[in-house]
């Protein structure tokens, strides 16, 4: 951990430039805004260590995989998110001499994201190698309100002497992914309009045929003057410019205008990507910066309104789950059911893909309590979409019926290129199948399960099944060679949570067969048509059900990660040396499969999804185990363990773990930030504060809290919608606040007191 941001409760800011941090806070200061997203990268030239992310959402490439594809049922690519046209570049001159900060003197070096308002600044001096002195004021944003249009101010003062100032704007389709497997660009030219008043480019990808066209108009000012100036045009290796040269006096203030659309053939015929390219960028133009500005953060005013979390005497922990919020709206806002959540959202290209179980684990609880209804049963009707790409992954590898959804994907068909996990790490199946029963128990929308789940949790249940084999010597059914969340084991048998999640599977899938068979036979009876669906395989889940083997300490009273974990040496983290950690950073691979150390939690993810199978002194012990053996190196590891703590009691265990998951990338806490933020777990650090301080759960139709404010914090607010209704819940040490804002009546429960809570009314309970 080496942070350097400066806390602060709405802003995330960076004093001074450090360049050898520079990658981290490229990640950090990103914009996004569910359609495309920016990393920030400066805007002028820079010839130091940086990352170039310019990604739109949706479009990727199959970058033909380095290894494994001669193995039957291997992905022959990696889904590649795209870096595509670059349309932040500004290149600045002061009397010919290129701005590079990576050559001058900087001072006074200021980088702030606004989260209140989405929008990026930054602001220096710089004393170049001839000793000429600007003052660079630059802001940023990409609209909330208009999807495809990203904006730029760009402010230039010449602080020592009259000055020359030369200013190319500029799109460049002459891009890279650092991650590419064999050094190959991704995108090819199509075509360019290029005249004095506008600039058009389109580039196609190699594969797949996405494109996409960026549009340009640019305004000229001096001390807010508009200046008219004709400038020098090039178009050079698929790199549109404009050149203005400027005579600036001592102390004015030149000021460009960059007005940009970026629009893609997702969402556009091809022939019209040009034409309304430039007409949604000149629309951009005729409203202006001041308005596209304040639209901006009247959008995000309004996002906080609805999801803001705050908490009273802790500056480091606010602005820790700000930024968790900020980042999740900037990725996701289910207004287009193609898409999903990447880990790296718009922050980076690492991992590439569009979807992991991170999504169903982890973010769906997000989204069902701060959208509305349709945004999350968005997320569950995506894997929907993919189920016949799921069926055919489960053929790929050998199974005859069933569907096993892919652990890495863009369009349901796997992608993802690490034997252990492509093939073994099928415990994601039963994340699939969790959400669909969180989403229903959460909303109520029993119609999901007749429309579109059921169909799934068939599907899922049938590849448990055929995974799942008996066991003659134990007498018992087993799974083998699996790969748990803990990818610090890889091919073991019979991983707790992967045996205890599908068993939980093929139970639910029946428990809604019977519910059906009872308040909606006819839906039942075409769904058991589409599905081939047999009695003896409904029955033959049940008889797993019964007979499953889960490895068991009776020493100890714990669950077994796996069979032969006791085999392991057990010391814990405290007592290794911290300069080994990361442990993925400075120990072999065999060093650590056959170590006892964990990278995210396993059994406890488990004790978490399915609370309420669990009393208290079973997660106790569980935890007790596992926690000390636990390096958290997963993002998604410290949320679970947070909420976990709480309901146990461990209070400063769980500030601990919340305070991990929250700043893990402000903190840069697994030295990995620097290739883009973990977005998904983000979603985790919301849970450990709803689900773990909060104590949110669902029980017969109640939204039921069990509060316990860290006595860090003088008090903790949040808002949640429920069944429709928005309940703002004020928490302190002694009493708790629950408030419906709309017209919707709300049945809570707070602690073992139930409330009745009419529209537009509070309660206040003492603890």
Not at 342 to 354: A, I, R
Not at 518 to 529: C, F, K, T, V, Y
Request: include cysteine.
């Amino acid at each position: 951990m080496n942070p350097y941001i400066k806390e602060d409760p709405w802003s995330i800011i960076e004093m001074g430039f450090e360049p050898e941090r520079h990658e981290i806070s490229e990640s950090l200061f990103s914009l996004g805004n569910g359609h495309m997203g920016q990393r920030a990268n400066f805007e002028e030239h820079y010839s130091g260590a940086s990352l170039p992310g310019s990604y739109m959402a949706g479009v990727y490439y199959p970058d033909k995989t380095r290894v494994g594809w001669w193995k039957n049922g291997y992905p022959e690519y990696f889904a590649k998110v795209l870096n595509s046209t670059n349309w932040i570049a500004i290149d600045i001159f002061v009397d010919a001499e290129r701005l590079d900060l990576a050559t001058c003197q900087v001072q006074d070096f200021v980088r702030e994201l606004s989260m209140k308002a989405g929008v990026l600044r930054r602001t220096f001096t710089a004393t170049l190698p001839s000793g000429r002195a600007i003052q660079v004021d630059a802001t940023r944003f990409v609209s909330m309100k208009h999807k495809e249009i990203g904006v730029i101010e760009y402010n230039v003062t010449p602080l020592d002497a009259d000055a020359t100032i030369t200013i190319v704007p500029s799109l460049n389709g002459d891009v890279m992914n650092r991650d590419t497997n064999h050094g190959e660009q991704f995108w090819d030219s199509v075509a360019c309009l290029h005249d004095q008043s506008r600039a058009i480019l389109t580039m196609k990808t190699k594969k797949l045929d996405f494109y996409v066209t960026s549009a340009m108009q640019c305004q000229l000012s001096i001390d807010g003057n508009t200046v008219k100036t004709t400038p020098t045009l090039s178009n050079v290796a698929n790199q549109l410019s404009n050149q203005y040269v400027i005579a600036a006096k001592k102390g004015e203030k030149v000021t460009l205008h960059k007005f940009v659309a970026n629009v893609t053939s997702r969402d556009h015929a091809i022939d019209q990507l040009h034409t309304v390219a430039q007409a949604a960028v000149l629309h951009a133009q005729t409203i202006g910066y001041n308005q596209l500005l304040r639209e901006q953060e009247e959008a995000w005013d309004l996002k906080w309104k609805e999801s803001d979390i705050t908490i009273e005497g802790d500056v480091s922990a606010q602005q820790g789950i700000r930024f968790t919020i900020f980042q999740l709206h900037q990725t996701y806002s289910g207004d287009d059911e193609r898409l999903n959540i990447g880990p790296k959202g718009f922050t980076g290209e690492k991992y590439g893909g569009s979807t992991y179980w991170d999504t169903e684990a982890y973010c769906l609880p997000f989204y069902l309590s701060t959208a509305q209804e349709h945004i999350a049963r968005n997320l569950l009707i995506y894997r929907y979409r993919h189920l016949d790409k799921a069926r055919e992954n489960a053929r790929k590898i050998g199974f005859k019926k069933g569907a096993l959804y892919p652990m890495v994907t863009m369009n349901g068909e796997e992608c993802h290129n690490e034997w252990e996990i492509t093939f073994e790490e099928i415990h994601r199946n039963g994340a699939i199948a969790y959400a669909i029963y969180n989403y229903v128990n959460y909303t109520g929308d029993r119609d999901y399960l007749s429309e579109y789940g059921l169909e799934v949790l068939i599907e899922i249940a049938r590849f448990w099944e055929e995974r799942i084999q008996y066991s003659e010597d134990k007498q018992k059914y087993v799974m083998l060679g699996v790969t748990g969340p803990n990818e610090y084991e890889n091919n073991v048998n019979n991983n707790w949570y992967t045996n205890r999640i599908a068993v939980w599977t093929m139970d639910y899938a029946r428990e809604v067969i019977t519910n059906l068979q009872e308040s909606d036979a006819q839906a039942l009876l075409r769904i058991r048509e589409k599905t081939q669906l047999l009695d003896e395989e409904i029955k033959t889940w049940q008889t797993i059900s019964e007979k499953m083997y889960y490895p068991y300490d009776d020493k100890r009273n714990v669950f077994l990660q796996q069979d032969g974990f006791l085999d392991k040496e057990l010391i814990p983290v405290n007592d290794l040396d911290p300069q080994e950690l990361p442990l993925n950073q400075h120990w072999s691979w065999d060093r650590i499969l056959r170590s006892c150390y964990i990278k995210q939690a396993d059994v406890l993810q488990g004790l978490f999804f399915l609370s309420d199978r669990y009393d208290v002194a079973t997660k106790k012990r569980n935890f007790d185990f596992y926690e000390p053996l636990t390096v958290h190196e997963s993002s998604l590891s410290p949320c679970v363990h947070s909420i976990l703590a709480t309901e146990i009691g461990y209070h400063d265990k769980a500030y601990e773990m919340y305070l991990r998951t929250a700043r893990l990338d402000l903190d840069n806490y697994n030295n990995d930030t620097e290739d883009g933020c973990h977005i998904t777990s983000m979603a985790g650090t919301w849970m450990s504060i709803v689900y773990g301080f909060g104590g949110l759960r669902v029980s017969a139709d109640r939204l039921c809290f069990t509060p316990s404010v860290p006595k860090q914090w003088t008090s903790l607010s949040f808002k949640v919608i429920f069944r429709h209704a928005r309940i703002l819940i004020t928490m302190t040490q002694d009493t708790v606040t629950v408030e419906n804002e709309t017209d919707i009546p709300a049945k809570l429960m707070i602690g073992q007191s139930a409330i009745d809570l009419a529209p537009y009314t509070h309660q206040t309970i003492a603890l």
